[in-house]
Every structure is written in structure tokens, then in C-alpha cells.
């Protein structure tokens, strides 16, 4: 059983910075990739950036250039460092790690960005 624990999340002026944690403890494969997603009120969730060992970070254009997906495979944690934040990022970041086509969720860190 995989359970996976986010933290990090609060309210944050534009232009401001947060960082994401994200635990995960249970069965977890270094090859499948872990990562965030996040989902605005009356949206589609949608990918932010995901890591997986042996390959490069997978980052959403709306990601590229301020965020930076980082996973510590001895403490199956994964961290999203996210800069230059704007209103439009606003929204409940959720902790993801997909193993044989099965997505597992964490419960969700509320991010809010604003003045």
C-alpha cells in the first residue's frame, strides 16, 4: 500500500516562493515517476512536473523556468521549489506516483497566491 503525504502549501504574495514536500511511504520503485499536479476550482487537474530515476523532470509549460521538481530516493520524498508565483497558480497541489497504471494521490496542499 503506497500513502503519500504532502506539506508546504500556504498563502503567498505574487512574485513570492513555496516549497512542497511530499512523503511517500509503502511499495515505491525508484524507475516510476513521482511528481506533482494541481487543480484550480472549476478546472481539470492538470500535470505541473513529474521525476522518475534515468530520466530528465517532466515540467507543464506553466512550470518551466520557475519550478524545480526534486526527488531524495533515499527518503522517498519528492519537493517542488516553485518561484515567481503568480495568482493563476492558485490552486490544490496534489502529490502523484504512477506504478503499472495505477495512480496513487495524496491528500492535497491548498497553494494561494495573493496580494
Known amino acids: 500500500q503506497v500513502q503519500l503525504v504532502e506539506s508546504g502549501g500556504g498563502l503567498v504574495l505574487p512574485g513570492g516562493s513555496l516549497r512542497l514536500s511530499c512523503a511517500a511511504s509503502?511499495?515505491?520503485?525508484?524507475?516510476?515517476?513521482m511528481g506533482w499536479y494541481r487543480q484550480a476550482p472549476g478546472k481539470q487537474r492538470e500535470l505541473v512536473a513529474t521525476i522518475a530515476r534515468g530520466s530528465s523532470p517532466n515540467y507543464a509549460d506553466s512550470a518551466k523556468g520557475r519550478f524545480t521538481i526534486s526527488r531524495d530516493y533515499a527518503k522517498n520524498t519528492v519537493h517542488l521549489q516553485m518561484n515567481s508565483l503568480k495568482p493563476e497558480d492558485t490552486a490544490v497541489y496534489y502529490c502523484?506516483?504512477?506504478?503499472?497504471?495505477?495512480?496513487?494521490w495524496g491528500q492535497g496542499t491548498q497553494v494561494t497566491v495573493s496580494s
Open positions: 502523484n506516483y504512477l506504478h503499472a497504471n495505477r495512480n496513487y
Open positions: 509503502g511499495s515505491i520503485s525508484f524507475s516510476y515517476p
